[in-house]
């Protein structure tokens, strides 16, 4: 049973498969380089290593130079060196005598000039970007400094990097972790050449901030541009997708349903390819219907051809047991046998009509002469007498009539054609048929003496069954298809096939089919 369409109906429920919308992919190639972009937060590490290696130059010549300031300084000059920059540096310095003692320290000779931060008692922020460093460090792999712990010992030997100074007498840097995960620098540089050595220490917490703030400004960034690409796609997305969905819901409620008041969305507004598609569609869908309609038309007309001679056979064989009239049972019989012949001929016309374009669209065009076909098919009408003695003359203009197509299918039009104009032509009468070649145009001409067509009956000969006949022809010896049949041969040939005045001389109709004339072969050689 065939669905109804109404509410609740299968055209209420036509939706787009989800997991195959373009909007996900438009989303997708937007952000993937987003992505990629915010994957250069873990290169970050890489600044980190540069700043402190940078750093680590720095306390090296610190050390180095101070070491040097305080070589061969009295004791107090010593101590005063030491507070004074660890003052302005915001440095602990520690100075030890040739067997390993601490002799000074800035911390003890001067308040400390910087204490480790508490990470209990930082605010939550603080610790988030702790957490985000460590995140950071364990994917990028990068190694994790050990924790500074002020020994128990005071001596040189807590410290290892003070160890290398001493038994290698060069400066040496070391890197520790405070509480709160800033950097440690410890600088171990001899003082002089008795042995004693210097250990600077230096909390780094600006390579930290940095760092933070590089990630804050990068990340600020990504979620602008993230948001921007995602704006942007879903707009884009709108621009492409909903009309597609709205030529797609259309297309399948022309497909699922019978409302002729269904139209594809033409959408004149948009010059995109979107808009070039959504009008191709229309105008095939527009096609498709005029296709549908002449098909139904086709077979209605059909149906009604029929029935006229299957009428009349039914009445014939009906009424022939009832008359014992040998005349007039003859007559019926003669009745019989023209309509089956003439159900016979519309069944093959129609059968020819309705295959004529499946056929030209799979032959192979060749080469043929206008001129020698149309001779032919006189030749052949001649000898079998089916010119009701009319003259034909083929008047060519002496140029090649050649053109591209399939014989067979262009000798029917001849044959339709020349059939007309003897249709039409009084007994004895003149049919001319002129070729000509011109402008790269193949015309054939069928002129006769036949009443002529009037100007607006011209279009109305080439629909189907069309029934307007001479008043001398007999009823039923056409089907009315055979200048339907012509045009469309002409059409698949990329020609027309039309009705003009005949020349003065005949004062009939003329039939005019034009063709593109076929390009000539190449020579050898060319």
């Not at 009408?381 to 009701?388: D, I, M, S, Y």
């Not at 045009?487 to 003065?504: N, S």
């Amino acid at each position: 049973m065939a669905e109804e369409a109404g509410p609740g109906s299968r055209l209420d429920r036509i939706t787009m498969p989800v997991g195959k919308s373009l909007t996900k992919r438009i989303l997708a190639v937007n952000l993937i380089p987003l992505l990629v972009l915010a994957g250069s937060l873990f290169f970050l590490d890489s600044y980190r290593r540069q700043l402190l290696d940078e750093r680590f130059k720095l306390a090296r010549i610190e050390a180095q130079i101070t070491a040097e300031a305080l070589a061969g300084a009295t004791t107090e000059r010593q101590e005063a060196l030491l507070s004074q920059i660890g003052r302005e540096q915001s440095m602990r310095l520690r100075m030890y005598d040739a067997e390993g003692k601490l002799i000074a320290d800035s911390f003890a000779l001067a308040a400390p000039s910087f204490a480790f931060d508490d990470p209990v008692a930082e605010p939550f922020f603080e610790d988030l970007a702790r957490w985000t460093d460590n995140a950071v460090n364990i994917v990028t792999g990068a190694p994790s400094a050990p924790r500074y712990v002020e020994p128990e010992s005071t001596d040189a030997e807590a410290w290892p990097e003070l160890v290398r100074v001493r038994q290698q007498g060069l400066s040496q840097i070391e890197l520790r972790r405070a509480p709160d995960d800033t950097p440690v620098i410890n600088a171990a540089a001899p003082v002089g050449l008795n042995g004693a050595a210097l250990l600077t220490t230096r909390n780094a917490t600006d390579i930290t901030q940095a760092v933070r703030n590089a990630r804050s400004s990068l990340m600020t960034i990504i979620l602008l541009a993230l948001f921007l690409s995602t704006i942007l796609s879903l707009y884009l997305a709108s621009t492409i997708i909903e009309p597609l969905r709205r030529l797609v819901s259309a297309t399948q409620r022309v497909r699922l349903g019978r409302e002729r008041d269904i139209e594809v969305p033409r959408m004149q507004e948009r010059g995109d390819e979107i808009g070039l598609l959504a009008r191709a569609v229309s105008d095939m869908t527009a096609t498709l219907r005029h296709r549908i309609d002449a098909v139904e038309s086709f077979a209605a007309d059909v149906a009604h051809e029929i029935k006229n001679p299957l009428a009349s056979l039914r009445s014939a064989t009906e009424s022939m047991p009832k008359i014992d009239d040998p005349e007039l049972r003859a007559q019926l019989v003669d009745i019989a046998a023209h309509d089956v012949r003439r159900i016979d001929r519309l069944v093959s016309e129609i059968s020819e009509a309705s295959r004529i374009d499946a056929e030209l669209s799979r032959a192979i065009f060749e080469q043929v002469d206008m001129t020698e076909l149309f001779s032919n098919v006189v030749a052949r009408k001649l000898e079998r007498g089916e010119t009701r003695g009319c003259t034909i003359e083929i008047e060519p203009d002496g140029l090649p009539a050649t053109v591209m197509g399939v014989p067979i299918r262009l000798e029917r039009v001849a044959e339709n054609l020349i059939d007309n104009a003897v249709s039409f032509s009084p007994q004895g009468g003149r049919i001319v048929i002129s070729v000509t070649n011109a402008e790269g145009r193949v015309e054939v001409r069928v002129s006769d003496q036949g009443p002529g067509i009037p100007v607006d009956e011209r279009e109305k000969v080439f629909r189907r069954f069309h029934s307007h006949r001479p008043e001398n022809e007999s009823f039923g010896n056409h089907s009315g298809l055979g200048l339907a049949i012509g045009r469309t041969i002409a059409e698949a040939h990329d020609g027309t096939l039309r009705v003009e005045d005949a020349p003065p001389f005949l004062g009939g109709a003329c039939l005019v089919l034009e063709l593109p004339a076929a390009k000539p072969a190449p020579r050898k050689g060319e």
